[in-house]
């Protein structure tokens, strides 16, 4: 799998300069969304904004910006199947190959003593952990990673194998990005479960 489009949006931005020019110098187009692109382009690196692509501005005082079918049909669309790619094809949707997002920080919100249930739920990430989980389901033609610290085995293996991201490669990258989502979503029912003085204190999630 050759990367040509990368989906950035993260709220850690530690390496995200290194790790975005490494990818520029191997032509590969960045989309971003409002503060990624800001960073990126004080960076000097040419991006695309989301709303381009999907002709919307973030609305909701960023709570909407990227549920929207330009960003998921370009990372849902199964390269395998051509009834998928004359879909996105005709809607003038181009597949996105590698999606880099990390969360909200809503467990170091949560540690900060008397932090307002209200600033709580405005770190609840809702777009990202959709994209995270959309490209891990389609690892078969998509590459997600979600760690920074990730990022130099990343363009490692790029280098090691002519610009593209080996299979196994990509399915290791998924597995990760579950388990995020996963302890996402855990932390956060954890905490709005230990609110609640009648909520059993052990959160047993399937």
């Known amino acids: 799998m050759s990367l040509n489009r990368c989906l950035i949006s993260v709220y850690d931005k530690s390496g995200l300069e290194t790790f975005a020019r490494a990818l520029t110098e191997r032509s590969v187009e960045l989309i971003a969304s409002g503060g990624t692109a800001r960073a990126l ?12 692509l999907t002709a919307s501005p973030e609305i909701l005082g960023g709570r909407v910006k990227t549920l929207h079918p330009a960003i998921h049909g370009g990372i849902l669309a ?3 199947r051509s009834t998928h790619m004359k879909a996105i094809a ?64 990343v363009l ?29 979503d855990s932390a956060i029912a954890t905490w709005f479960a230990e609110q609640e003085s009648d909520f059993p204190g052990n959160l047993m999630l399937d």
């Open 41 to 52: 382009r004080e960076a000097g690196m040419g991006v695309r904004e989301v709303s381009d």
């Open 156 to 184: 490692d293996e790029l280098k090691a194998n002519d610009g593209e991201l080996p299979l196994a490669t990509r399915k290791r990258l998924a597995i990760k990005a579950f388990h995020h989502t996963a302890h996402y």
């Open 90 to 153: 005709d809607l003038g949707i181009k597949p996105i190959d590698l999606v880099v997002v990390n969360l909200y920080p809503f467990e170091e919100v949560t540690s900060q003593r008397g932090v307002k249930e209200a600033d709580a739920v405005e770190n609840i990430d809702i777009g990202g952990p959709c994209m995270v989980r959309a490209a891990a389901k389609n690892f078969g033609g998509v590459a997600v990673v979600v760690d920074p610290g990730d990022y130099d085995a």
């Open 78 to 80: 199964d390269r395998s």
